[in-house]
């Protein structure tokens, strides 16, 4: 087998179920999504939702002046995502540990529930190479 296309099962393996994950997923409650906002110390900040799935969180995460991305492995999962969402949102198709952004574009990043899909030491120096120093990562 060639280790180099090898990942996680289940990772980036969601697509086959995009709709029904879409339908019957939770979002996050809207008081996390309010406390995020309270912390951050930016005022129009650009945010990155890491594994974003259908969008359901980042759909959550639209307010005024916010620059919004979203990322997932699946294709299948940004698709959908893309269909459901406002043009506001821009979203792509790449894995945590190679994310296709420039060092420090986000002042916040999110992993609504999926986190434990790219913990790995790759995905980690991604996720803050293209974090601002001092900016905000929750998961």
């Known amino acids: 087998m060639h280790m180099l296309n090898k990942r996680r099962p289940g990772y980036g393996d969601f697509g086959v179920l995009a709709n029904r994950y879409n339908e019957f997923r939770r979002g996050v409650p809207s008081e996390v999504i309010?406390?995020?906002?309270?912390?951050?110390?930016?005022f129009n900040?650009?945010?990155?939702?890491?594994?974003?799935?259908?969008?359901?969180?980042?759909?959550?995460?639209?307010?005024?002046?916010v620059k919004l991305?979203?990322?997932?492995?699946d294709h299948k999962m940004v698709e959908l995502?893309?269909?459901?969402?406002?043009?506001?949102?821009?979203?792509t198709t790449a894995p945590a540990k190679n994310l296709p952004f420039a060092k420090e574009q986000f002042d916040a990043l999110t992993a609504f529930s999926a986190f434990h899909w790219f913990s790995d030491d790759d995905s980690v120096a991604e996720i803050k190479r293209v974090l601002i120093k001092k900016g905000t990562f929750l998961w």
Not at 45 to 65: A, E, F, H, K, Y
Not at 69 to 73: L, W
Not at 81 to 91: E, L, P, V
């Open 34 to 42: 309010d406390y995020f906002y309270q912390s951050l110390k930016v």
């Open 45 to 65: 900040p650009t945010v990155l939702d890491v594994g974003c799935g259908t969008g359901i969180s980042t759909r959550q995460m639209i307010r005024d002046g």
């Open 69 to 73: 991305f979203g990322v997932d492995v």
């Open 81 to 91: 995502a893309r269909g459901k969402s406002s043009s506001t949102i821009h979203y």
